[in-house]
């Protein structure tokens, strides 16, 4: 079956609403990290936290960060470090996906392959919270939350970077084909 312009219509309105993945996916994480940093708190005498529930709503690198610094059981820390990064993933989403929403493909590829990046971090996080050898972990339902909100997250992106390949095939062929030019070169 070939790709013509209606299939081609179809996946360019399809995209239209996908490339705006990356500023969902910013944004959902920022929330939960707004939430996290109102509801986390440290107790000096049993030297625990609590208030972690919106752990796993968070960036990997942010939670993977948070668990870091509460080795030192400063709270500051504990907010202000994912704060920060959280806020740089964040902008850099929203930035590669606003650029794709105008059609540069090549941000499509960068905005899936920092999420992927992200996923995987999520490993050593969950590695750190079962071990329980930080004083700030993730339960396990943030894990079961961030699992399934990063699995989600990453097919649809997936599903989002096949659309754009597509695209950007069609419309390079269709761009050789008004200009004269060969279709297949060799």
């Keep these: 079956m070939e790709y013509n312009d209606t299939q081609y219509e179809k996946d360019r309105k399809v995209y239209g609403y996908l490339a705006s993945l990356p500023i969902v996916i910013a944004l959902v994480h920022l929330a939960g990290f707004i939430a ?22 968070v960036f990997s690198f942010s939670s993977f960060s948070a668990i870091l610094a509460s080795a030192s059981e400063n709270i500051g820390l504990i907010k202000a470090l994912p704060a920060v990064i959280s806020i740089v993933e964040g902008l850099m989403l929203m930035f590669l996906s606003s650029q794709a929403v105008k059609g540069k493909h090549l ?25 329980h050898s930080y004083p700030l972990a993730m339960s396990v339902t943030d894990i079961i939350v961030s699992v399934l909100i990063h699995a989600l997250l990453l097919a649809a992106f997936i599903y989002l970077y096949i659309i754009s390949e597509r695209l950007k095939k069609f419309e390079t062929v269709s761009k050789e084909e008004n200009s004269g030019e060969s279709v297949y070169r060799k």
């Design 36 to 57: 996290l940093q109102s509801l986390i708190s440290y107790d000096a005498a049993t030297q625990s936290f609590s208030g972690t529930g919106a752990l796993g709503v």
């Design 107 to 131: 941000m499509v590829s960068i905005s899936f392959y920092l999420y992927l990046a992200d996923t995987i971090v999520l490993i050593p996080t969950i590695i750190l919270s079962l071990l």
